[in-house]
């Protein structure tokens, strides 16, 4: 049996090496492109609600939202709290009852204004949810959410594209090696 050439094996290492991370790479800008898009109409939403309690504004605008099941619902939701971190309104709901935040994020929206978190609530759950700190002529935290099931959704799906790429983009590469491997197996004949 014929040594293959140490040329070859170095080629395609550098091969695989390089379309296994283009893949990743394509993969996490893809990834990071949709799940920072997801928080997008969340923040514009908490902003503009923020603004408006901010300059007076009553909840009695809000109260009219209709309750979003966030076990089933894709639709947005909105919290609303005063300084302290009391809840004023909410129109989300878990298995029929409102759910409480994570007491650190008021905190921190305190700090910098606003948050961009995926909140998991409970198992098969996960929420982009906004946070927005207010005050004015009323103080307090406005966070609005919704379900990132179907951007996860979207994300998987790029995953088997980038997956399909890889292999055959690999495929690509065993493919070439033989080919050279033949033709230096035929030129030393």
């Not at 790029?158 to 030129?187: D, P």
Request: hydrophobic share 45%; net charge neutral; proline share 3%.
């Amino acid at each position: 049996m014929k040594k293959v050439s140490f040329t070859y094996v170095h080629m395609s290492l550098f091969w695989f090496a390089g379309i296994t991370f283009v893949c990743f790479l394509v993969f996490g800008v893809a990834q990071q492109m949709l799940r920072q898009s997801a928080s997008e109409p969340q923040l514009q939403m908490a902003q503009d609600t923020a603004l408006l309690l901010a300059n007076g504004s009553s909840l009695d605008a809000l109260r009219s939202i209709q309750p979003v099941e966030l076990t089933q619902s894709l639709s947005p939701y909105v919290f609303v709290y005063d300084e302290q971190g009391n809840q004023l309104l909410s129109s989300a709901q878990l298995n029929g009852k409102v759910p409480s935040l994570p007491t650190g994020l008021f905190s921190y929206v305190k700090t910098h204004t606003d948050d961009r978190v995926t909140w998991q609530p409970q198992q098969g759950v996960r929420e982009a949810l906004v946070g927005v700190y207010f005050h004015g002529a009323q103080s307090g935290y406005v966070f609005v959410g919704r379900s990132l099931r179907e951007v996860e959704r979207q994300i998987d799906h790029v995953g088997e594209i980038v997956l399909a790429a890889w292999v055959v983009g690999n495929g690509g590469g065993v493919a070439l090696l033989l080919f050279f491997i033949s033709l230096s197996s035929k030129r030393t004949h």
